[in-house]
């Protein structure tokens, strides 16, 4: 890079909002230069997915977002749909497929993707330079003015794309929170989410037994609910279930788990009485319910009895545990294993249509850096996409 450039867009974060950006205001004509101070462009859209990255989702309404201002997202959602994205992914011959609920996921790797935005980006005559950070920046009359790693870059706009605080060894900074304050924007405070939890009382030997297994709960929190799997852990308790919900969830919260979704234990016993059962309960629930998580689940509820000995009361307690069981996490699993950061630069103060700045001229943010999270499944991809196409138009 010579040691003072110029150009018309600066774009902070070869991620995935930034590198969507960067492709629609190079096909506007527009020189764009996208920064990144890793090794690697996109490096979570490599990880994401468990390496195969669920891009979207067949359905993305703004309920599947979180945010102060809930409004904020509605916009560039139904300018950018996830059927704009599908079509890009096909027009690039990415194999797909739809794993459940609407989630789409590549058939070989997380890579097709990244390689899909990187040609992009070459198609529209957009630079990408990674080892790359930036010092400072500066505003002059005519935009600003960038000291990076190697010289000075002047550019008209500067989209800031660094994404959220999860996964720091995969490059995640605070740096867009830090260029926004010194703008005189107002950041929200920040959480790490979609993310496991941990505990410190007497179940986390229990979870810990039970390590590695899996089953379908419906969770509640805050009066959100989720019918997905739950993962035992060492540490807790993770899997779909616990990371959707760890999106309504704050410290002191108690979690609210079925076991049994839409069944009736109280039924199935009343059932099962009636028809002479004599099975050990254990036996009995193990046709519904993982054998090894019976086993420890009616250990610690004392209720392990014959069928047909069952009172009113032990079937009481069944239900209790089994469709009401109340866990409070000690905490969660933090950035080091989050997939998103909760909160961030307050939408209040950013345009909906063009996602610059209402207090700097040229000055834009997209992407994770913004508090708008998504649900787990796609969302947050889609809100890279649709966001970083909106700004793609204007920066
Ligand atoms: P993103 O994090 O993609 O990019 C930010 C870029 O900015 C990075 O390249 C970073 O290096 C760079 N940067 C940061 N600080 C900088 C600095 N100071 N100077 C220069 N560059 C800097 N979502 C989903 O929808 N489906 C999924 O399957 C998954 N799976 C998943 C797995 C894992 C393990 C994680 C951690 C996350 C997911 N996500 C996900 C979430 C998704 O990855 C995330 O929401 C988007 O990548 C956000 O896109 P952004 O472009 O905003 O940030």
């Given amino acids: 890079m010579a040691k003072s450039l110029k150009t018309d867009v600066v774009v902070v974060g070869a991620g995935a909002a930034g590198l969507m950006c960067a492709a629609q205001a190079g096909y506007r004509g527009r020189s764009v230069l996208v920064l990144d101070h890793a090794n690697k462009p996109g490096k979570k859209i ?84 990674v080892n790359c950070g930036i010092d400072s920046v500066k505003k002059t009359g005519e935009g600003f003015v960038l000291q990076t790693a190697e010289g000075e870059v002047q550019c008209a706009s500067l989209v800031v794309a660094t994404g959220g605080l999860s ?38 030997p229990v979870f810990a037994e039970l390590s590695g297994l899996s089953v379908d709960v419906q969770v509640t ?6 019918h997905d799997p739950l993962l035992f852990t060492h540490r807790g308790l993770s899997g779909p279930a616990m ?11 108690a979690l609210t788990l079925d076991f049994l979704p839409g069944q009736s234990v109280e039924a199935l016993i009343k059932d099962w009485q009636q028809a ?13 319910l993982p054998k090894r998580f019976v086993q420890q689940w009616l250990d610690h509820t004392g209720v392990n009895k014959p069928v047909h000995q069952l009172t009113v009361s032990d079937v009481e307690s ?14 969660t699993e933090g950035y080091r294993t989050a997939e998103v950061t909760l909160g961030g630069i307050d939408t209040r103060e950013v345009s909906s249509k ?32 649709a966001s970083g196409f909106c700004a793609g138009q204007f920066a």
Avoid at 221 to 226: D, E
Avoid at 243 to 253: E, M, P, R
Wanted: net charge neutral.
């Fill in 46 to 129: 490599l990880m994401s997915g468990g390496g195969r990255c669920n891009f979207t989702n067949l359905v993305v309404e703004p309920r599947h977002y979180l945010s102060a201002n809930p409004h904020f997202c509605k916009s560039a959602l139904a300018r950018y749909k996830p059927q704009d994205f599908i079509e890009l992914v096909e027009r690039h011959g990415v194999p797909y497929h739809e794993k459940t609920k609407g989630q789409l996921f590549c058939d070989n790797k997380a890579s097709d993707i990244l390689n899909l935005l990187l040609t992009e980006c070459e198609w529209a005559g957009a630079t990408v330079k």
């Fill in 167 to 204: 996964i720091p060894t995969l490059g995640a900074t605070g740096w867009g929170f830090q260029i926004a304050e010194q703008f005189g924007h107002h950041c929200l405070p920040r959480w790490a989410s979609l993310v496991p939890f941990t505990f410190s009382d007497r179940w986390q």
């Fill in 221 to 226: 929190c805050n009066g959100t609910r989720f």
């Fill in 243 to 253: 990371l959707q919900i760890s999106n309504y969830w704050q410290l002191g919260d």
């Fill in 276 to 288: 002479g059962v004599k099975a050990e309960l254990k036996n009995q629930l193990a046709s519904l």
């Fill in 318 to 331: 069944l239900a209790d545990a089994l469709h009401r069981f109340q866990v409070t996490p000690s905490g």
């Fill in 354 to 385: 063009t996602f610059e700045s209402n207090k700097v001229q040229g000055l834009y943010f997209i992407g994770e850096v913004l508090d708008v999270t998504g649900w787990l499944g796609g969302y947050n991809f889609q809100w890279a996409w």
